[in-house]
């Protein structure tokens, strides 16, 4: 099955730019999601197919897949953005999610 | 506004079954893919099952496969999720979600706000 790779956490300063990358065999071929969960919540979309943005989530949230690696940019951290974040693809009729990253703004 | 409500959770014994609802408003439900996403205590997110817009498609996680049943209805803008020979890893918070995208493309968006089944004796 087909497997996804994130770093546990990512710490960043206000203000700093945070990138979270999000690892697997061709990633680049298939479509990536990323997802923000903050505690207690439920996850919200951010990006989807790559690099594209829904209503009402702010420009600072982009994203970028090629090769074995999709990263989803933060820029200008805010506090507020501190949260797990999710990517994920679709594989043999399945969705296949990663373990997640922990956002810490310091 | 789109909203998704999930209902049924709580605690049940292992070997049991419990069947979750959500019920969905604010968009045309017939016309949309839904899934079922779940979350284990502390841990990560681990898609469950997978239903289209009529019903005839169907996917399950291996997870699951045998013993979880995805059904909807239309009428009733409800999704379902049947679950039987609960396993403590069964115990999670289960969330339905809408299903965005092209085949094999797929994203969920908006998610419900989750009902939380614990698998104990």
């Known amino acids: 099955s087909y497997v996804l790779t994130q770093p546990p956490s990512v710490s960043v300063a206000p203000g700093q730019t945070a990138r979270i990358t999000c690892g697997g065999n061709?990633?680049?071929?298939?479509?990536v999601h990323w997802y923000q969960q903050k505690p207690g919540q439920a996850p919200v979309l951010v990006v989807y197919?790559?690099?594209d943005r829904p209503s009402g989530i702010p420009e600072r949230f982009s994203g970028s897949n090629s090769g074995n690696t999709a990263t989803l940019t933060i820029s200008r951290v805010e506090a507020g953005d501190e949260a797990d974040y999710y990517c994920q693809v679709w594989d043999s009729s399945s969705a296949v999610f990663g373990g997640g990253t922990k956002l810490t703004v310091l | 506004q789109v909203q998704l409500v999930e209902s049924g959770g709580g605690l049940v014994k292992p070997g049991g079954s419990l069947r979750l609802s959500c019920a969905a408003s604010g968009f045309t439900f017939s016309d949309y893919y839904m899934s079922w996403i779940r979350q284990a205590p502390g841990k990560g997110l681990e898609w469950v099952s997978y239903i289209s817009s009529s019903g005839s498609t169907i996917y399950y996680a291996d997870s699951v496969k045998g013993r979880f049943t995805i059904s909807r209805d239309n009428a009733k803008n409800s999704l379902y999720l049947q679950m039987n020979s609960l396993r403590a890893e069964d115990t999670a918070v289960y969330y339905c979600?809408?299903?965005?995208?092209?085949?094999?493309?797929?994203?969920?968006?908006?998610w419900g706000q989750g009902t939380l089944v614990t698998v104990s004796s």
């Open positions: 979600a809408r299903v965005l995208g092209s085949p094999d493309e797929n994203w969920f968006d908006p």
């Open positions: 061709n990633i680049g071929s298939k479509s």
């Open positions: 197919d790559d690099s």
